[in-house]
């Protein structure tokens, strides 16, 4: 039985819907990094984000200074930085917080002190592979990935 408390090594990978949000918003502007302001509807639509998610959303990312914002007809949301500049990790700071490493759930036993650090290296792995992607070589890839209509 699950409860409330996440089960060993669920937690080491936990990406939020909130950052996955951000980090797909993030890209949307990438592929628009030098041109005129994105304007929200167009974010939502590119990442199939909820409107009132986006702003919560977008919110986080301007408090973080990972993007700006201009109002009026021609307004919308730039990146504040280079893309290449964003790592995925700098995103699930601003948008999760930082990573923290749980501490050992009460009762925990002999099997879980055996494997925690298992978990522990997880969750250090995911910080290098989040550290090191860039918003950049995303909108690199979906730049050069085919998109199909039918």
């Not at 996955?20 to 990094?33: C, H, P, Q, T």
């Amino acid at each position: 039985m699950r409860n409330s408390y996440r089960e060993e090594g669920d937690y080491a990978v936990h990406i939020s819907t909130r950052c996955r949000y951000a980090i797909k918003a993030l890209v949307r502007l990438a592929l628009s990094y030098g041109g005129p302001p994105v304007q929200s509807r167009d974010i939502a639509v590119f990442g199939a984000i909820p409107a009132k998610y986006l702003e919560q959303v977008m919110h986080d990312l301007r408090q973080g200074g990972l993007v700006t914002s201009t109002r009026g007809k021609n307004g919308g949301y730039v990146l504040a930085l280079p893309p290449d500049a964003i790592s995925f990790a700098q995103v699930r700071e601003i948008v999760d917080g930082p990573f923290v490493d749980p501490e050992r759930m009460p009762g925990a036993g002999q099997a879980d002190a055996l494997v925690e650090p298992v978990w522990r290296d997880v969750r250090q792995a995911v910080r290098e592979v989040l550290a090191g992607a860039t918003i950049g070589a995303a909108a690199e890839r979906a730049q050069s990935t085919p998109t199909y209509a039918i």
